[in-house]
């Protein structure tokens, strides 16, 4: 053989050698591309089974609740709870010490009270059902930070419902003690914790013009429903003062419900817009907690 055949034929076994190196290569690749489209497959398919499971069981607990309520031929009257900061600050009516909260909710538990949700108390002015015997609101006013450093671990400890009303122009300014937006979050997501609207600015409603309450109505509860993704129907006039002009925004800007803070059991007869409230005074007896739920005063 000539060392130019030799040559040739050596280079003809090198192009062979890396012909059949790349081929091997791309059979590989093609393999590992299969195997990665089945086990992509096989998720989707289970986490299908997964999102399906989690909806029918959601399904049955609604289920398990609506069987709960029962209609009442005597219109239901109920105490909604009002606090603002849970904290240790002696002789301000507005502060009731951890501590006590914690009695109080423990009561609440002790005593077989089912508190409920905004959407739950309009539910009960509403159609005259209710899903137990004794029912309360537990409301706490203004979004004082101190609701989710103290008042939230205690909610969780006895799962207790409650509504926070939220001065979102104070929110928005980061205004210092009162909840910041991460922390409205991860209280909603435990689902024991709901907002309603406190205006923007905390002022007194029947002091301003109808366009003034406008934005103070409307555009707290646009903040709420964008920040929050809800859609926020309960309104709580600051310091309980409101005309006849806050009614016609209250209702033109969609809330269904209000409160206003005129002593009492609140049922369908104070008005959706004006119900009554019970304010818990700091250094309640058990006694005087018991009156508060049963009697409103
Ligand atoms: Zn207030």
Redo the contacts with the bound molecule.
């Keep these: 053989m000539s060392k130019k055949k030799s040559t040739i034929l050596g280079l003809l076994g090198i192009l062979l050698v890396i012909i059949v190196a790349i081929a091997c290569t791309k059979y590989s690749q093609h393999q590992k591309q299969l195997q990665e489209q089945k086990i992509s497959a096989m998720k989707k398919q289970s986490s299908k089974k997964v999102v399906a499971a989690a909806k029918a069981s959601s399904i049955a607990k609604q289920k398990k609740e609506n069987a709960k309520w029962k209609k009442y031929s005597t219109k239901i009257s109920f105490p909604i709870l009002m606090y603002h900061s849970i904290s240790n600050v002696s002789g301000n009516s507005l502060c009731v010490s951890p501590e006590k909260f914690k009695q109080e909710m423990q009561w609440l538990k002790k005593h077989g009270y089912y508190t409920l949700t905004a959407a739950e108390a309009y539910r009960v002015l509403t159609t005259n059902e209710k899903p137990a015997k004794k029912i309360v609101w537990v409301t706490l006013?203004?979004g004082y930070e101190d609701n989710y450093t103290a008042a939230y671990p205690i909610l969780k400890k006895y799962k207790i419902k409650a509504t926070i009303n939220l001065i979102t122009g104070q929110i928005q300014n980061k205004q210092a003690n009162k909840l910041t937006v991460a922390q409205l979050k991860e209280m909603k997501k435990s689902g024991l914790v709901s907002y309603g609207s406190?205006t923007v600015n905390?002022l007194d409603l029947s002091e301003l013009t109808a366009t003034e309450q406008n934005y103070q109505i409307k555009n707290s509860k646009s903040w709420l429903d964008k920040t929050l993704d809800q859609n926020t129907k309960y309104l709580c006039y600051?310091?309980g003062k409101y005309n006849s002009l806050t009614l016609t925004e209250a209702k033109k800007a969609g809330y269904t419900i209000a409160t206003s803070t005129e002593e009492g059991l609140a049922s369908s007869s104070n008005g959706l817009l004006e119900l009554h409230r019970v304010r818990v005074s700091p250094n309640l007896s058990d006694t005087g907690f018991q009156n508060l739920l049963e009697y409103g005063e």
């Design positions: 006013d203004d406190h905390h600051p310091s």
